[in-house]
């Protein structure tokens, strides 16, 4: 089996604006473990680093307007840490492999790259697990009404609100992916699918810091979101992540 066409033309496209993206997370494991994307994996991950978001975001676009479905964080009026892309398929007996890309956003920060998850924050008591849901979901729903509304006022008060739920947001702690520089610092080339990707050079290493010592050995019970080196921080630890601009400029085509 090969990559669909879609990714194999998107992946281009970004070798083409120069944007340096590498295999990581699950698709990583796959590709060294397993020499392909796991069978119950309905995704493709790559990073990038958060420099080159705006090169990311040009290509985007014009895959947007062909009618690719493009989630920008969980729909949230910000670009911080995912992208989601899902390709719309003109004949739909076709099959798509894999079904999805994602795209992880790693910022610098001091010795370590950071991904935050600013939608997942982590409650200080858990009466405040049902207050926290609700203020990312209004956030959703604020931003979907700014992006498609025209009327000034009804833009202006959608910001107003926005801004008003991240500034309590920002106050509290957040799940974060913190990876020690040096597994970012060099990377090798492998073929995985019949397509060269970039991994990182000391891959042994990075793959044990993510899943153990115990990696090579598949585990029906791991669990992504406990396994995995995650960290609770501060919210406002890294730069806010506000990107209005960016977002709509994306999205109204």
């Not at 990714?7 to 970004?14: M, N, V, Y």
């Not at 207050?131 to 025209?150: A, V």
């Not at 990707?197 to 050995?217: D, M």
């Not at 960290?231 to 730069?239: C, G, L, N, T």
């Amino acid at each position: 089996m090969e990559l669909s066409k879609n990714w194999i033309d998107l992946f281009k496209a970004f070798d083409e604006k120069k944007i340096f993206y590498w295999l990581d997370w699950g698709t990583l494991l796959g590709a060294i473990r397993n020499k392909k994307i796991f069978d119950w994996d309905h995704d493709i991950d790559i990073s990038v680093h958060y420099d080159d978001l705006n090169k990311i975001l040009s290509v985007l676009k014009k895959y947007h307007i062909n009618g690719y479905k493009i989630v920008i964080q969980k729909d949230l009026p910000y670009i911080d840490n995912i992208i989601q892309i899902y390709p719309q398929l003109e004949n739909n007996s076709e099959k798509c492999f894999p079904g999805s890309l994602d795209i992880y956003i790693y910022k610098k920060y001091n010795n370590d790259y950071v991904m935050r998850w600013l939608h997942q924050p982590q409650y200080p008591q858990y009466r405040y697990k049902k207050f926290y849901k609700l203020c990312i979901s209004i956030i959703r729903k604020l931003n979907r009404l700014y992006i498609s509304e025209s009327n000034l006022f009804i833009q202006t008060s959608s910001i107003i609100l926005i801004k008003l739920i991240l500034f309590i947001l920002m106050r509290e702690k957040c799940r974060y992916d913190l990876i020690p520089e040096k597994y970012f610092s060099d990377f090798i080339e492998i073929t995985f699918y019949n397509k060269k990707f970039n991994i990182p050079k000391i891959y042994t290493e990075y793959l044990i810091y993510l899943y153990g010592k115990n990696w090579k050995i598949p585990d029906s019970n791991w669990d992504w979101r406990k396994g995995n080196p995650k960290k609770v921080f501060k919210a406002s630890m890294i730069a806010k992540p506000i990107n209005y601009k960016s977002i709509i400029n994306f999205y109204r085509l």
